[in-house]
């Protein structure tokens, strides 16, 4: 069982930063592949990106390119999303997942996710 707690959403207007962290449980944080995924009102949940066990492999949506990047603190069992450039259309509840499947949304499991708005 693996718990993860996302924090770092909130209130900010477009073209502004947020940086998202998810804290996780266990001992075996190095182990798992983590991703970052997002779900807006009305919509299904999609993915955002994934970083490897060691970090050194990252995968982004092609929406999310070049303005968010992912990272991983494996001695701090800490996974991040630094989100620049947000848009209004970025605006929906942050999911952090071990294991992900970006092709089908699927993870081994989830955080309770984090909220995030941008306003126009």
């Known amino acids: 069982q693996v718990q993860l707690v996302e924090s770092g959403g909130g209130l900010v207007q477009a073209g502004g930063s947020l940086r998202l962290s998810c804290a996780a449980s266990?001992?075996?944080?190095?182990?798992?592949?983590m991703g970052w995924f997002r779900q807006a009102p009305g919509k299904e949940r999609e993915f955002v990106a994934t970083?490897?066990?060691?970090?050194?492999?990252?995968f982004y949506a092609d929406s999310m390119k070049g303005r968010f990047a992912i990272s991983r603190d494996n001695a701090k069992n800490t996974v991040y999303l630094q989100m620049n450039s947000l848009k209004p259309e970025d605006t929906a509840v942050y999911y952090c997942?071990?294991?992900?499947?970006?092709?089908?949304?699927?993870?081994?499991?989830w955080g309770q996710g984090t909220q995030v708005t941008v306003s126009s």
């Open positions: 266990g001992r075996t944080f190095s182990s798992y592949a």
């Open positions: 997942a071990v294991n992900p499947n970006r092709v089908v949304p699927a993870a081994d499991y």
């Open positions: 970083i490897s066990r060691s970090g050194i492999m990252t």
